[in-house]
């Protein structure tokens, strides 16, 4: 039986949705092009909105969200380039945080590392889909440790919104 998305839930996912492109807007303009250390390398402040809606609305949701973010990037003025790293990266980093928020002694600490880590496989994927070779690989042991660093900001960042939600009695899941 195919379930239909309510009013409600699509408004839901609308405002996660803003949420993640707003992130994304206030990272550009926080933390322009080349100031972190790596090339590549982003805070990710729109994961927040990814973890928020992981622990609070659902899988497929995140999915959805991290999908349609990629895709209103690129319709507002990215390029394909970036959209093929966003995708990759971010359909990585969804299916690691989906297997580790399922663990019982896993924290959203876990959860966001281990999406970050993921997301940079995918961004190495992409990367060797783009130049056609393996030798960004050596890249990868760097993008990973540092994309740890910025998982563990982004959980650190996350879990108060999670708190506050569960402590007003989680008004997004209903």
């Known amino acids: 039986m195919k379930k239909h998305w309510t ?73 394909f380039v970036g959209f093929v790293f966003s995708m990759l990266g971010g359909v990585w980093a969804w299916c690691a945080m989906c297997l580790l928020c399922e663990r019982k002694h896993v924290s959203i600490f876990g959860t966001s590392i281990g999406g970050a880590a993921c997301h940079s496989i995918g961004q190495i994927m992409a990367a060797m889909l783009m130049t056609r070779t393996v030798y960004v690989l050596v890249y990868l042991p760097y993008l990973i440790l540092a994309s740890c660093a910025m998982g563990a900001v982004i959980a650190f960042l996350t879990i108060p919104v999670v708190r506050a939600l569960d402590h007003l009695g989680n008004p997004v899941i209903q």
Do not use: C, D, H
Request: hydrophobic share 65%; aromatic share 4%.
């Open 7 to 79: 009013a409600f839930q699509i408004t839901k996912l609308a405002i996660l949705l803003a949420l993640a492109l707003m992130l994304s807007i206030l990272e550009a303009w926080l933390l322009p092009k080349g100031i972190l250390p790596l090339p590549g390398l982003k805070l990710g402040l729109a994961n927040i909105a990814i973890l928020v809606t992981l622990y609070t609305v659902g899988k497929k949701e995140a999915l959805l969200l991290a999908i349609l973010r990629s895709l209103v990037v690129l319709v507002l003025g990215g390029n």
